[in-house]
C-alpha cells in the first residue's frame, strides 16, 4: 500500500508539470456483477446482478499527449452478488454502497479509443441483505457503516473506451465482501453469521462518456439530417 501511494504520488508530481489537459467529466455507471463464492469450503456460482442506479463518479483528467493520460476521481457505487444457497430453496442478495476513489492512466487516442486501467479504492457505509425462500422475500435487513462487510474494498479495473462515447470496464476485488470474523448474540448465543461464507465481487459495467469534458458544447441541430436522427 504505501508503495502504491508513493507511485501515485510520483505520477501526479509529473503531470502537475507535464499537463496538456485539464478538465473534469461525469457519469453514471449500469453494473452487472457476480461473485467467485465459498461455501462451507467448497467453491459456488453466483448468479448475475445487474444495478443501474445509483452510480455516480466524477473524474479529474489530465491528458498528457494525444495517446497518454492519467485521471483521479471519486464515485458512489452500489455492489453486491446474489446466491443460492446449496441444496435449499433459499436465496440471498447482498449488496452495499460505497464510496470510491479510483486512479488510473489512459493508452491510446485520448479523444477516441483508447484503453485505460487502474486501482480503485472503496468505503463501504450502507450494507443491505434479502433473504428469499422458494422467491417470495422474507426478510430484509439494512445497515449503516455496519462491520458485517470489510470497511475497506480495494481492487483493480481495466477498460476501454471508444469514440462515440460507449464505455465498457471490468473490476476485480481483492478485498473479500464480508467481515467473516463479524459476531452477533442469537437467542443467547454467539454466532458468526459469515464465518463459512467466502466471496470476492466482480463486475462488467457499461458507461457513456465517462471521459467526456463536462465544460465541452453540446451537439445542435444542423438540419435534416439531425431531425431525422432524432425521429429514429
Known amino acids: ?15 502537475a508539470s507535464a499537463q496538456t489537459k485539464s478538465y473534469f467529466s461525469s457519469s453514471g455507471e449500469m453494473i452487472f456483477s457476480f461473485a467467485k463464492v465459498k461455501y462451507n469450503g467448497k467453491e459456488e456460482s453466483s448468479n448475475l446482478r445487474w444495478s443501474p442506479v445509483f452510480n455516480a ?11 497518454f493520460g492519467v485521471f483521479y476521481g471519486l464515485n458512489i457505487k452500489n455492489v453486491g452478488f446474489i446466491f443460492d444457497i446449496p441444496n435449499s430453496d433459499t436465496m440471498m442478495k447482498f449488496r452495499t ?11 491510446g487516442n485520448v479523444n477516441g479509443t483508447f484503453l485505460y486501467g487502474g486501482y ?8 443491505k441483505e434479502k433473504l428469499f425462500v422458494d422467491d417470495d422475500k422474507k426478510d430484509v435487513n439494512s445497515y449503516w457503516f455496519s462491520n458485517r462487510v470489510n470497511t475497506m474494498m480495494q481492487g483493480p ?7 462515440g462515447g460507449l464505455n465498457l470496464k471490468f473490476k476485480y476485488y481483492n478485498t473479500a465482501f464480508f467481515n467473516r470474523n463479524y459476531s452477533e448474540t442469537v437467542n443467547g448465543a454467539e454466532v458468526k453469521p459469515y464465518q463459512n461464507l467466502e466471496a470476492n465481487v466482480f463486475y462488467f459495467s457499461i458507461d457513456f462518456n465517462v471521459f467526456k ?9 444542423t438540419g435534416e439530417n439531425d431531425a431525422i436522427g432524432t425521429a429514429l
Do not use: C
Open 120 to 127: 480503485e479504492i472503496e468505503f463501504p457505509f450502507h450494507y
Open 57 to 67: 463518479q466524477l473524474l479529474h483528467n489530465y491528458d498528457l499527449t494525444q495517446h
Open 157 to 163: 479495473f481495466v477498460g476501454i473506451n471508444f469514440k
Open 1 to 15: 500500500m504505501k508503495n502504491l501511494i508513493l507511485s501515485i504520488a510520483l505520477l501526479f508530481s509529473i503531470t
Open 97 to 107: 454502497y460505497n464510496l470510491g476513489v479510483p486512479v488510473g492512466i489512459k493508452l
Open 213 to 221: 469534458d463536462v465544460k465541452a458544447p453540446k451537439r445542435k441541430f
